[in-house]
């Protein structure tokens, strides 16, 4: 066996969760086969017209193409892959038009790369668009475009239209699919959380196909929180996908409503849920069966009977979860368009695209976070752009490029994605050394692209640093093609790598101090805050409003669920960032049980069981957001008090219990 290392020579924590590669899903056979002839394909256009410099325009708009190629459902599709591009049309325009001219280059660069800053913030498709923004922008202002000043963006749109149409081909024989595809799997996941909360199988019965499958999906440690939050990460999708459809339908559509209607039906399961656990009271497994039984019916649109075969429920806990189970079987096979009008009304219609285009726009021009990531990119950008004026670099618009690709805070960790930009570098420069020193350039570039294109949406869900590592052959023998240069691009494509990743880091990362002394509870006072109001409506005197407590809580769930990104981030930053994230993150677990444990007591309460005195809930909710205050003003853990005592048969006493933890978690050791 190999002797592990010694203590004094074993990576920090930090480095090794960077160089970890993310657990990444099952390959998208799709996308690759999209990349492959999307890439390829302009290749052999241009190669057949004898214009190859064309093809290689097209393809590298193919690239972002293939990089925005990442939503199941098609106008998702549409969005994330159409919207960037109109962006990358702007910014070639404007780069070309700028090409050459001094220090006019750098200022039009530098205002670009803040309004694409600030536009980052609205959202995932903003985001992108922001990228291309500036990307295509420091492309056109870097690189001699051919032909006329429109013909590269007319190349470079075309080749990310054709991932496009590719990506759309299935929509007329397949729409809806994704979106019912989506709330089914969501109908599995809860499935999955119940079957946590079974009895366990007996020795020599093997159990059926499903509770294994969920043991294996989830472990025998922490299974029960595992699966809570893949639920919460699958009711949020679904409901992206069915809202983004339904803004465009304004709830016409029948299809949209009952998918709506099938996603509203499951929460009161998914609250049963944290009653059962905490009650220590097994589920029957034909409950989790019967789940999955309701998600085939959800997938294939099946509305007659499903002759479930539940057990009588054994208390009040089994009760709910049976009745909860029973509607939400009603709803999945209902075909009355009134019913299931009235059971999808409790999300709320969105506003008008007007309205809502006018509140972002308001939002991102009043947000100090967006102004302040605006700023940072403009000042890199500059820097990057100044320098490479004042000092001879033979391929300049590399430094801005890698500057564009590391500063993307939404995408993780600044410092992590330099290193791992650094490191995917130079694992792709070896590739593409071979390429470019035994491949001729012609007719032989077109196999090769087949083989490399492919690896871009392989590898990306596995990290950045994978992602680097497979673009940065395909770019390069792309920028070959344009300029014919060899191997004589490897070193200047490091050097300028190294450079960028330098920038960022120093006046994108160091200089910014909520960088490097990041207010990791910030985010997590909020959500404190947010339990509070929760428990405070869950329990108040005011009227029964089960829809608004639903709405509070997945929107909790929601955000705790970004919280949980961020920390996983900032545990990728060497100290003090990762070792005060790493001190702060079982809070975020206690906030998670105490909306749990709040969500109990309403089960309790609605079967029976005596509502909580007015006295017990405002004791919880002081507490919690004495809590929140107090993350707000330190990131330092430090002593607190817990003053939380009531009657011990009380349905809040599980949740009093929950408080107190959360509380002591703030004390040190």
């Given at each position: ?134 990307l295509n922008s420091v492309i056109g202002a870097g690189l001699p475009m051919p032909g006329e000043w429109w013909l590269a963006p007319l190349l470079m ?281 035994q491949v001729p350039r012609g007719w032989w570039d077109v196999p090769v692209m087949l083989l490399l294109a492919p690896l871009i949406p392989v590898f ?208 040190p050791l």
């Amino acid at each position: 066996m190999p002797r592990p290392l010694p203590i004094g020579l074993s990576p920090p924590d930090w480095l090794v969760r960077n160089l970890q590669p993310l657990q990444a899903p099952p390959v998208n056979r799709p996308a690759v086969a999209r990349a492959a002839i999307a890439l390829t394909l302009p290749l052999v256009l241009g190669l057949a017209a004898g214009q190859p410099g064309y093809g290689a325009l097209a393809s590298m708009g193919a690239v972002f193409g293939v990089i925005s190629d990442t939503a199941d459902a098609y106008r998702m599709r549409l969005l994330k892959i159409a919207v960037p591009q109109l962006f990358g049309v702007v910014g070639i325009t404007l780069g070309s038009l700028v090409y050459g001219h001094g220090w006019v280059t750098v200022a039009v660069l530098t205002g670009v790369a803040l309004v694409s800053g600030m536009i980052s913030s609205i959202g995932a498709v903003a985001s992108v668009s922001g990228l291309l923004l500036l990307l295509n922008s420091v492309i056109g202002a870097g690189l001699p475009m051919p032909g006329e000043w429109w013909l590269a963006p007319l190349l470079m749109s075309g080749g990310g239209l054709l991932v496009l149409a590719l990506a759309l081909l299935a929509w007329p024989l397949r729409a809806g699919v994704p979106e019912r595809t989506a709330v089914a799997d969501t109908y599995r996941k809860v499935a999955d959380l119940l079957a946590t909360t079974t009895a366990p199988t007996p020795d020599g019965d093997k159990g059926t196909d499903d509770a294994d499958d969920a043991k294996d999906t989830y472990g025998d440690k922490d299974t029960y929180d595992d699966a809570r939050r893949i639920v919460t990460q699958s009711l949020d999708q679904s409901y992206d996908l069915v809202l983004a459809r339904r803004a465009r339908h304004h709830g016409r559509s029948p299809e949209l409503v009952r998918l709506l209607a099938q996603l509203n039906a499951i929460t009161p399961l998914v609250e049963a849920a944290p009653a059962v656990r905490l009650s220590g009271l097994p589920l029957p497994t034909e409950i989790p069966t019967a789940v999955r039984h309701l998600a085939e019916a959800v997938e294939t649109g099946y509305s007659g009977p499903l002759g479930l075969r539940l057990p009588e429920p054994g208390s009040k806990i089994g009760r709910a979860v049976d009745q909860a189970l029973r509607h939400a079987a009603d709803v999945a096979t209902e075909k009355s368009p009134d019913a299931l009008k009235k059971a999808g009304d409790r999300a709320g219609r969105p506003a008008p695209l007007g309205v809502r285009a006018l509140r972002v726009a308001r939002n991102v021009a009043l947000s100090g976070t967006s102004w302040r990531y605006g700023l940072r990119l403009a000042l890199c950008i500059g820097i990057a752009q100044a320098l490479v004026s004042l000092v001879p670099v033979p391929r300049s618009y590399w430094v801005a490029l890698t500057i564009t690709f590391v500063l993307k805070p939404d995408f993780g960790s600044v410092f992590s994605r330099a290193l791992l930009r650094a490191l995917g570098t130079v694992v792709g420069l070896v590739v593409a050394a071979g390429i470019l020193s035994q491949v001729p350039r012609g007719w032989w570039d077109v196999p090769v692209m087949l083989l490399l294109a492919p690896l871009i949406p392989v590898f990306t869900p596995r990290g950045y640093g994978y992602q680097t590592a497979a673009m940065t052959p395909v770019i390069l023998l792309l920028s070959d093609i344009l300029n014919h240069q060899g191997t004589g691009l490897l070193v200047p494509r490091l050097v300028d790598s190294l450079m960028g990743c330098a920038i960022a880091l120093v006046a994108g990362y160091l200089l910014w101090p909520e960088s490097w002394h990041a207010r990791v509870g910030a985010g997590l006072a909020d959500a404190v805050a947010d339990t509070a109001a929760y428990v405070e409506h869950a329990f108040g005197d005011g009227p029964a409003d089960p829809a608004g407590r639903a709405r509070m809580r997945r929107r909790l769930y929601r955000d705790l669920s970004a919280i949980r990104t961020e920390f996983q981030r900032a545990l990728t930053e060497p100290p003090p960032v990762g070792r005060r994230a790493a001190a702060w993150w079982p809070l975020v677990v206690a906030v998670e049980r105490i909306i749990d444990a709040t969500t109990a007591a309403r089960v309790r309460i609605k079967q029976g069981a005596e509502p909580p005195s007015t006295a017990e809930v405002d004791q919880v909710v002081v507490q919690l957001r004495e809590l929140a205050d107090g993350l707000r003003k330190t990131e330092t853990l430090y002593e607190v008090r817990s003053d939380l005592s009531g009657p011990p048969e009380s349905v809040l006493e599980p949740l009093r219990q929950e408080v107190a933890a959360a509380r002591t978690i703030t004390s040190p050791l």
